[in-house]
């Protein structure tokens, strides 16, 4: 069982007045503690015009990732495909994989943010069919040679050759979604799929069971990882590691239900910060190893967890703490 954390975004809380530049210095030192203290994985997130500055650049802040690592994986999780022009993503996507020598996973999805679409220009409709041709465009523009693919999309000549090509000839890419069709999407054009934090063990099971029986019914061959995604802290105590995370948590979960909704939210009621809290995996090192496990029960020992331990506004030193004892504490019961 892999066991990876993030998702840096960059958010300012109002009560952060610190400048941009500096919460970037942030990400970049957790990154480097989470390659020191042995962990899996680092990954980023992607939205665009909210006020928090929730983080925009996914490929040049994973390029930055890449500089100050050696080992550990890095990600999207995820990069909001149907925003994007494809020939600029092939490009900047292989790019970072040559950069971290091989080390990177792209990860999409369809977005849902109508202000997003409205100002890219990309009808919102279209979404899921866009998602599925810039595949396609990725395994062309990755291929030798010539593109040889007809975008339905975009109006690029099949006849031309894209560069950087990866050094293996592909950068791994994973979906995200919770959906039928969008596991199924998964399962059957990209390397992994990651289940949302909103799932439950239960929930994740049923469609991992989903992808392993479309991939072995079609015979689609090659190596599949499934992500979980999960919020989380590793403290002293749970009341402890609650009281740390709460703020940052809760300040995430209120920018998503805009996101998703397009409509502001000022605050979340009771019965949803305990739905939130119950979600979420926060404990001393014992408990939190205890929760992953039954993870591990249900799903078996080949899944990578995303662990998400970044909090905006959370202080640095605290996470920095957390992050160390994800990796010395918890993840070698795992392995």
Not at 46 to 52: A, K, Q, R, T, V
Not at 321 to 327: A, M
């Given at each position: 069982m892999q066991l990876g954390t993030g998702l840096f975004t960059g958010q300012r809380r109002p009560d952060d007045d610190r400048p941009t530049s500096e919460l970037y210095d942030e990400i970049l030192d957790l990154t480097r503690t989470i390659e020191d203290v042995g962990l899996d994985s680092a990954w980023v997130s992607?939205?665009?015009?909210?006020?928090?500055e929730y983080l925009s650049g996914t490929l040049p802040t994973l390029g930055a990732m890449a500089a100050v690592t050696d080992e550990i994986e890095i990600g999207s999780c995820v990069a909001l495909g149907p925003l994007y022009d494809?020939?600029?993503l092939a490009e900047d996507a292989a790019t970072v994989d040559l950069l971290s020598g091989g080390r990177s996973t792209l990860g999409l999805a369809i977005g849902s943010n109508p202000?997003?679409?409205?100002?890219?220009?990309?009808?919102?409709?279209?979404?899921?069919?866009?998602?599925?041709?810039?595949?396609?465009?990725?395994?062309?523009?990755?291929?030798?040679?010539?593109?040889?693919?007809d975008s339905e999309f975009h109006d690029v000549p099949t006849d031309v050759s894209i560069t950087p090509k990866p050094d293996d000839g592909h950068v791994p890419t994973m979906l995200g979604g919770a959906a039928k069709p969008a596991v199924r999407r998964a399962a059957r054009t990209a390397d992994g799929w990651c289940a949302p934090s909103s799932l439950s063990i239960e929930g994740v099971r049923k469609r991992v069971e989903d992808i392993r029986n479309v991939r072995e019914a079609e015979d689609i061959d090659g190596e599949f990882t499934i992500y979980v995604l999960q919020h989380g802290w590793v403290g002293d105590s749970r009341e402890d590691a609650w009281e740390t995370m709460r703020d940052g948590y809760l300040f995430i979960q209120r920018r998503y239900a805009e996101i998703f909704s397009g409509?502001?939210?000022?605050?979340?009621?009771?019965e949803r910060i305990q739905e939130l809290k119950e979600q979420a995996i926060f404990g001393t090192p014992e408990q939190v190893t205890e929760e992953l496990e039954d993870y591990r029960e249900a799903l078996g020992d080949d899944i990578h967890f995303i662990f998400r331990t970044y909090h905006p506004g959370t202080d640095t030193e605290a996470m920095t703490?957390?992050?160390?004892?994800?990796?010395e504490e918890v993840a070698p019961n795992l392995r």
């Open positions: 992607e939205h665009h015009f909210l006020e928090d494809p020939i600029h202000t997003e679409f409205d100002v890219f220009g990309v009808p919102l409709e279209e979404r899921a069919e866009r998602l599925a041709d810039l595949g396609s465009f990725l395994d062309g523009a990755w291929s030798e040679g010539d593109l040889g693919y409509d502001p939210v000022d605050s979340l009621d009771e703490e957390c992050v160390t004892r994800l990796g």
